[in-house]
């Protein structure tokens, strides 16, 4: 039995000698919140790869930012998720949505004090156009509440955004 499990692992390496190296290389940069340089690593992958890279990505910066109110490592690792090539739509869309989640929840910590008005109108214009570009992804979320709130938080601030 331990010779065919060594016999199908030297296969899997000479036919993708590259596959484990590249899943290691890129889980050891995710696990260092190196999230740019693992999307980097994920230029030529495959559609496969690189969504299941970026998810690695996203997870991360998930539960280790945005779930630990930790919004700047939250926002980079989605930023960096996003950058990876080739995602579909669907997955855009989901990363648009935390994204705009990280940076109106971040405005709702202590710590966002220290932002003048005009940092926090721009984190909050910032945040509805990402809001609203995650289109019908957040199927549970009350998306129209959320953006209806970052909307009144800029009339509040008497720099509402202008729509045509």
Known sequence: M???????AL????????????????DELVAAGRYEEA?????????????AGAMRIFNHA?????????????VRGFVAAKQVPRLEERDLRM???????ALYTSLQVPASNALSVDEAVAVLEEAEALLIASGDYPRRA??????????TLLEMSGRARTRD
């Open 62 to 74: 998930y539960v280790n930012g945005y779930q630990r109110n930790r919004f700047v490592d939250a």
């Open 95 to 101: 990363l648009d949505f935390w994204h705009g989640m």
């Open 11 to 26: 296969a899997c390496l000479v036919l993708s000698p590259r596959a484990p190296i590249a899943a290691q290389g890129l």
């Open 2 to 8: 331990t010779a065919r499990l060594l016999c199908t």
């Open 142 to 151: 009350n998306l129209p509440d959320i953006v209806a709130d970052v909307e």
């Open 39 to 51: 999307a980097v690593s994920l230029q030529d992958a495959s559609p496969e790869e690189a969504r």
